[in-house]
């Protein structure tokens, strides 16, 4: 198809519609998508169902990211990093350890969190230990009350445990000083 | 013209009462996909076994077809072999008259696109999909549809018209067409044709099954969604099609659950009973 085969044609228009700029050698087509409107829809129609998505299986860090304004940034960075899954189980896993390197030590420990409760959903034996660098107690109510979260909060370092079997799934304490 | 054999079906993703006691008994065919009814169990995806006996149950009061969403027949460096794990597990499962899967990819080196995309129409991609078809043809016993898919990037440069595309892949490969009414007017109005040239290019011997949805418009474009009741324009398209389709077998009317809540278990079926009396 005008000197591009197939599969440089495929790697040219995943890299455009997942959010990459056109390469150097991209024939004309190519490079007059990256200016195209319609690449700007197909872009947000990957956006939209990505969301859709991770809103389901990542309810609390999706939540949380929305209070801050942070979810669709969150969303364009986790289609931009390349290697997602159509599956809404694996794509959210990915998601979440995206978060767990995040710079904000709040979302870190949430996505932990999260990560700890599909991990341990099935088997009331099984349990998980999360710190987290404050109380998780006033984000966990804020995000499953729909309350306002203090200002400032509890900063102390607590380590949270995970267990279905516990009553409302997790207990949590705060950790020694120096321990955190 | 009426076709004496097209009867009416809808899309299923199990696991949902209403459809059970309002729908099933509205239709003859329900389509299924693979994708939709798997769960992962590590990093390896299953259809549960109580979704099987649903199905098992269901086939016994409507034909199952099957339409793939995961396959990327497309992909130049090689299709998704996981979509075919599913898909035998099902086929072993329950009685299946049909399957399906788009005319697209969605996977290019093995990672997700984020979306169905079209296929450049060259003889590179023809003959690339035409094996792939022969392939599915001699694994399983069954017939095969390649169904028309939307685009809604600026059409790229082609060696032929999207009709042409695929009656050469029927042509060469015997495989039959899944003609998407409601795809068929978003390229029409995305890509600027008149759906009649189409139709008129389209061998019509070669179409078993009809799809019908409606979705929505958004920056101008026609998205293929399944949100939404048919539009009048999509329902003219259907008795013109059928007087000049006499292989189709089924006419599915095409429903995602996301959509559900705020299309409702009524409205389904008052789209269902419109589309049969069409027929």
Known sequence: MNAMDLQSYQRSLRRLVTGGPPAADDPPYVRELAGSPRLDIVREVIGFWRSHALERYCVLSAAWLKRQGRFDAEIRRFIAAGDFSPDVALAGQQFLRQLTRDADAVVQALARFEIALHETRYDPAESRCVNWPCDPRPVLDCLLGGSAPEPGGDKVPHRVTVCRALPGGYCCEPLPAGSG | ?279
């Not at chain 2, 309002?22 to 076994?49: K, Q």
């Not at chain 2, 969604?225 to 006499?246: E, F, G, N, Y």
């Open chain 2, 1 to 279: 013209m009426k076709c004496a054999r097209a009867r009416i079906g809808t899309s299923y993703e199990a696991a949902d009462p209403a459809f059970v006691e309002r729908i099933l008994p509205l239709v003859d065919y329900v389509e299924l996909i693979p994708d939709t009814l798997a769960l992962r169990e590590g990093r390896r995806a299953i259809i549960p076994d109580r979704t099987l006996r649903e199905l098992q149950t269901l086939a016994q009061q409507a034909t199952l077809i099957v339409h793939g969403v995961g396959l990327s027949i497309g992909s130049a460096d090689g299709w998704n072999d996981d979509y075919f794990a599913l898909l035998d597990q099902l086929l072993d499962a329950v009685p299946v008259a049909w399957h399906s899967e788009h005319l697209a990819f969605t996977h290019v080196d093995g990672r997700f696109t984020g979306t169905m995309l079209a296929l450049p129409r060259t003889q590179e991609a023809l003959e690339l999909v035409a094996q792939r078809v022969q392939h599915i043809q001699q694994r399983y016993a069954l017939p095969f549809l390649l169904e028309n898919t939307v685009n809604l990037l600026p059409d790229p440069p082609a060696e032929m018209s999207e009709a042409a595309f695929l009656n050469r892949l029927a042509q060469q490969t015997g495989c039959g067409l899944l003609l998407d009414l409601y795809n068929l007017e978003c390229n029409a109005h995305n890509q600027d044709y008149d759906a009649a040239d189409f139709l008129a290019e389209l061998d019509m011997s070669r179409v078993r099954e009809l799809h019908l949805a409606c979705g929505t418009e958004h920056g101008g474009l026609m998205l293929d969604i399944h949100s939404r009741r048919t539009r009048d324009s999509t329902r003219q398209l259907l008795p013109q099609v059928l007087a000049c389709a006499p292989g189709v077998q089924a006419v599915i009317y095409e429903v995602m659950p996301e959509a559900l809540p705020a299309l409702g278990h009524q409205a389904w079926a008052d789209e269902i009973a419109l589309l049969d009396s069409l027929l």
